[in-house]
Structure formats: C-alpha cells, structure tokens
C-alpha cells in the first residue's frame, strides 16, 4: 500500500480539477449522470438495509460502497468538483478561467441530478409493481425523512435554513476528505479504505449531501412524503448545495493548497 506524501497528493489534485475543466461536455455529463445514479442507488442501499435490520450504523458502514464504486469509475459528483476544481483557478493553469469552473459545476449538477432522478424512478417503480401497490415499509420510512428535512427544518426558521448549511459544510468536509483520501496510495485497497471511513461518517451524522438529496427527495415525493417542490429547493437542496461548496473548498481544498503547494519557507533559527 504505497503511501504517497501530500506535497505529491495535493498537486495530484490540482491537475485533476485542470483536467476536469478541460473535459468534453459529452464526457462531463456522462460521468455526472452515472455518479448521481450510483450514489441512488447506495442511498437506497443503505435505508434498506437499516430499515429491514434496525441498524442505522449497518447502513452506514455499507453506504461507502457506493461513493467507491464512482470514484473507482472516474465518475464526477458535484461536492468532489466543488473542491478540486476551484484549485486549478487559484493555481494559475494555463486556460483555466472562472468561467470554465462555474461551466464545470453546471454540467455536473445537470448530470448528477439526471443520474438520481433516473434512479428515484426505477426504485419507485420497482417498490410499488409500477405503482399498483403499495411500496410498503421502505416507502413508509423515505417519506418521513423528507418530510422531516424539509418542513422540519422549516418550523425553525432561519436557524433551521442555516443549520442545514451548517450540515452541507460538514459533509462535504468528509465526503472530500474521502476524495483526497483515494489519492494517498497506489493501491485500490488503500484507495477503498481511505475512502471508507469519512464516507460512513457523513451517513451516520445526518449531514446533508446534494447528490443524495437529488435522489432521496424526489423519491419520497413519489412515495407519499407530505412536502413541496419548493419545499425541496429552498428548505434543503439550495442551503445543502451552498453548505457543501463551502464545507469542501474551505476544509479540504484551500488548507491542503495552501500548506502543501503554496508552502511558506521554514523559519530560521539561531
């Protein structure tokens, strides 16, 4: 398991974010869609199994799978664009424009939010035999958790708007530490381990992740969940897309730049 130093990791990442502005339109929103579709389906995945077991930490540990799967893949999610692409901007890579991050950024929200739609509507239609029956105990527990992280949060106001940006941030703190963390070795095992555990960890705690809430939200719509599409936008997805730009360029992206690239020279003693 080869380890490799962050001076090399981090401008590992950003090459990656120059090559991801540079990339094809066709090939960006590819990549997006499938990402989001994955990451469906692991969402999924992960309340089934929590829900058939009783055991929300057994979700949890197996949620990763999924995030695994598309990083493995060379698939892009917009929380991972959100911290690696800004670097080749702040870095000065020839061609690279603010124009072309915020280009960057549209095609893999477009592309994600196809993939988890696709997936929301194949789930809902398998649940319920194409919506002749009732989707029974999984259904039951999806609606309630978009009904509890949208209007639920709205009963609180303005603390509840921010905490749900509060809840981005930190996510994206780990999901992109998970995305940092498969660029540490050589090997897919070390790949798959570092990605691992701050994956599980954002599960677990509840934080709000975009692409999950892509799918997670129209598919309890689907399924009965007592809520909006305005409700969505404004009480979740919008707070959870600003609180994950944040969480992954100001935690993880920034800090490694500027203490492993921009590296200030060591003090001299006497």
Request: hydrophobic share 55%.
């Amino acid at each position: 398991m080869a380890y490799i130093e962050p001076s090399e990791f981090v401008t590992k990442m950003v090459d990656a974010g120059e090559q991801k502005v540079y990339m094809s339109t066709k090939d960006t929103l590819i990549r997006a869609f499938m990402a989001g579709a994955i990451l469906g389906l692991a969402a999924i995945f992960a309340i089934t199994v929590a829900t058939k077991t009783g055991s929300p930490i057994l979700g949890a540990c197996l949620f990763p799978v999924g995030f695994i799967m598309l990083y493995l893949m060379k698939f892009d999610l917009l929380t991972g664009v959100f911290t690696l692409v800004p670097l080749a901007l702040l870095d000065k890579r020839p061609g690279v424009t603010f124009g072309g991050v915020m280009r960057n950024w549209g095609l893999v929200f477009l592309g994600n939010f196809g993939g988890a739609m696709t997936t929301a509507f194949l789930m809902s239609f398998i649940l319920t035999y194409g919506y002749s029956a009732d989707g029974g105990a999984i259904a039951a527990k999806v609606a309630s958790i978009g009904e509890a992280r949208t209007v639920g949060y709205q009963e609180h106001g303005l603390s509840g708007w921010i905490t749900i940006f509060f809840r981005g941030m930190l996510c994206n703190w780990m999901v992109s530490m998970g995305v940092v963390g498969a660029m540490i070795s050589t090997s897919a095992g070390a790949k798959m381990a570092a990605m691992w555990m701050p994956v599980m960890l954002f599960f677990f705690m509840g934080f709000e992740h975009s692409i999950v809430n892509m799918f997670l939200f129209p598919f309890s719509m689907i399924m009965g969940g007592d809520f909006t599409v305005y409700d969505y936008l404004v009480w979740n997805e919008i707070p959870t897309v600003l609180g994950n730009l944040a969480g992954g360029l100001l935690l993880v992206g920034l800090p490694l730049y500027f203490t492993h690239v921009k590296t200030s020279p060591s003090r001299k003693l006497a």
